[in-house]
């Protein structure tokens, strides 16, 4: 089986620098002694290493298009991806992957480390060998990420810990498999969405994402929408609820709509099913024409809301294809 690696930055390749950690390692020759080590053929690997290589807390939509790019370009002469990603947004840019490829046919496992390769103590090893095996598994197609010896679909996934090795979880779904001998996969895995045909690659839009917080005022969150964005991301409370009695500032939301501008109302629960309409704090922006996540995570409706921009898709169907799977993201039932 031929594998391809993109290495795009992190921690996993990153050494000491007098401002902090910063891209530095020998990637390619630490890679090489791990393959070797295996007992695998090196010239069943091909490699590239994006430039720059960059800390993921800098990764933009343009980040997530050169990664596309990377792996469509060797679609043909791999059978299994492989991508090094720095752990803070590296659900963010597994979730936008997994819309641009729910056409690619073949596995790409997103890993990286807490701790540098250098380091006695780090993950690196465990990740990237865990990462290798559920490429090479046969048994996982679509755009997953595998961390503390777990596999989780892409978008399905955040970033739960700063330090910890088992850094990540599916708070809705949970893992697909977790490692052992043998591995354990779960039952019900697979991925299902709709796919979409020929996208057009991500391009930066401006998205407002902002958070409820107890004594929010109307004032304040309307000059947060000011000028427009081209969406919203409201993160409200449990299932979708908003202070409705703080005065006006259902109606900022309401106008904001009236303009033309999706709102998409996520909840500030890792584990949510956003129902608006649930309690009479949801239901004015609902009637509005807000748009529940269901369950999705924060960092799969951000990316699905930059991907559905990136498309061209308009304020009207918005919400229709906020709602509908393109690649398992979200669960029907949760709608
Ligand atoms: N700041 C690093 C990054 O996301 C953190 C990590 O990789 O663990 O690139």
């Excluded at 895995?189 to 979409?196: I, R, Y």
């Excluded at 045909?197 to 109307?218: E, F, L, N, Q």
Aim: include cysteine; hydrophobic fraction near 40%.
């Amino acid at each position: 089986m031929r594998i391809h690696i993109t290495y795009t930055g992190g921690t996993i390749g990153m050494i000491e620098s007098p401002n902090g950690l910063v891209p530095g390692a020998d990637m390619r020759g630490w890679l090489h002694r791990l393959i070797t080590d295996a007992h695998l053929d090196p010239d069943l690997f091909s490699f590239t290493e994006l430039d720059p290589l960059i800390d993921s807390s800098n990764a933009t939509p343009d980040n997530w298009q050169t990664m596309i790019d990377d792996l469509r370009s060797h679609r043909d002469e791999a059978d299994a991806f492989v991508v090094l990603h720095g752990t803070d947004t590296m659900s963010y840019s597994s979730a936008a992957l997994s819309y641009a490829l729910a056409d690619f046919g073949k596995p790409v496992i997103f890993t990286g480390s807490q701790h540098p390769l250098g380091k006695i103590e780090s993950d690196a090893t465990a990740n990237v060998t865990g990462a290798l095996n559920a490429a090479m598994s046969g048994r996982f197609h679509g755009v997953g990420l595998f961390f503390g010896h777990h596999l989780f679909a892409g978008n399905r996934v955040s970033k739960s810990s700063s330090w910890a090795f088992e850094g990540f979880s599916a708070p809705s779904t949970g893992p697909l498999a977790r490692t052992g001998t043998p591995w354990h996969w779960y039952a019900g895995s697979a991925l299902q969405g709709e796919g979409w045909a020929s996208p057009k690659p991500y391009t930066r839009h401006d998205v407002a994402v902002i958070d409820m917080a107890p004594g929010i005022s109307a004032a304040r969150l309307g000059a947060m929408l000011e000028p427009r964005p081209e969406a919203v991301l409201l993160r409200a409370y449990g299932v979708g609820n908003v202070p409705s009695d703080e005065p006006g500032l259902t109606d900022v939301i309401a106008d904001v709509l009236h303009d033309g501008v999706p709102v998409v109302i996520a909840s500030q629960c890792q584990q949510a099913e956003v129902l608006l309409g649930h309690y009479e704090t949801g239901d004015a922006i609902a009637r509005a024409g807000a748009i529940g996540s269901g369950d999705m995570t924060l960092e799969a409706t951000y990316a699905k809301i930059m991907f559905l921009l990136s498309q061209g898709v308009d304020a009207a169907d918005f919400g229709t294809w906020m709602t509908r799977s393109i690649a398992g993201e979200i669960s029907p039932s949760s709608l």
